[in-house]
């Protein structure tokens, strides 16, 4: 960095330009200013597609969440038979995390632009339940499996001569290439070999799924308060690897486009099999979408707190203020204001509304 122009970044008070701005309200040091925004980039990111930029952002995010996970997993099955031995190269808690902190990255990475919602089952929750809208569910949803098909493919280049070498021991032992612990195991899921009750495999798929789901839905509830902004990636992402920890060895899939998307990856290099196989893709692909409704109807129903939300002004009335001052006095509640109110209750805590008489002195 030469030339007296630049001098001032020489100032040992100041911190450069990059990562710093993170934790800029942190420090004392200022950061050294970046460049102008120049008209001309304006203007082009103004012209580009708002529907595009989700789009890219959602196969991104998948991409982020599915790449590193099926990543652990291939480290972790072609190994298996090699001296050094399989804790070597990977465990079940490894895998875990592969997939905890790539959901972490994922929504980190792409959320502010598309909402981060990397799986079909939860874009089609935010359009039943939250107002998003239909219109965008479809290229949402092929946008989320394209994510996760890119990852299959990346993964069977970057790992090719070691999975093709994985295939021909496999072939010499005897062993079919499509089964769990085979070759295509590694981009999707397959139930072991004595799991033959699809009833079974479809009530844990259910359960899975929906403990996630209710996860999510706290985690993106704008009045808790026990979870924030910064820590709600790396929440939903532990409420996956605590999944994955538990019941990885019998067979989850939770997620259609992380499915989908490898397992599409798996019929091209391992033959059609991958969807026939104990008659199970559609559990592994479809389950997950019935659960997530499942587990967000349970949140919205019976735990949502929408005053809370609203007075915390995350959300307004659908009659404004004078429909919620309404609401208020059907409720036994006599207030000045409807944000007084509720600003009142949450500096005391209280989960009961006190019905105030001074107001209306």
Known sequence: MAGSNHVHRLQTNDLELGATEAVQQHLSRNV???????????????????????????ATGVFFYVFPGIAAITSFTINATQPIGVTAFGSIFQIGWGFAI??????????????????????I??????????RKVPYYIFSQIFGAF???????????????????????????LVANGGPASILCTFPNPTQTNLGYLF??????????????WACLDPANPFVSAAGAPFAIGLAYASMVWGFAD??????LARDLGTRIVAAIFFGGESFSYQNYSWIAILVNVPATLFATGYYELL???????????HAV???????????ISRAGVIETGAANMLRSRDNTGSDEYQLNKSSSS
């Open 303 to 313: 735990m949502r707190d929408s005053l809370s939300k609203i007075g915390k002004g």
């Open 32 to 58: 050294v200013a970046g460049k102008p925004v120049s008209q001309r980039k304006l203007d082009f990111e103004h012209a580009r597609p708002r529907w595009l930029r989700e789009c890219m952002a959602e």
């Open 203 to 216: 009530l844990t798929e259910f359960f899975v799924d929906s403990y996630i789901g209710i996860v999510i």
């Open 150 to 176: 890119m990852a299959g493919m990346l993964l069977m280049g970057m790992y090719w001569p070691e999975i093709q070498a994985f295939k021909a021991e496999t072939l010499a032992a005897g062993k079919p």
């Open 102 to 123: 790539g959901i972490a990255f994922a929504i980190i990475t792409c959320a502010s632009t598309s909402g981060g919602h990397f799986n079909p089952a939860v874009t």
């Open 317 to 327: 009335h659908e009659h404004g203020e004078e429909g919620l001052q309404r609401h």
């Open 250 to 255: 019998i067979a989850i899939s939770t997620n």
């Open 125 to 134: 929750c935010f359009a039943v339940w939250q107002g998003f809208p239909w």
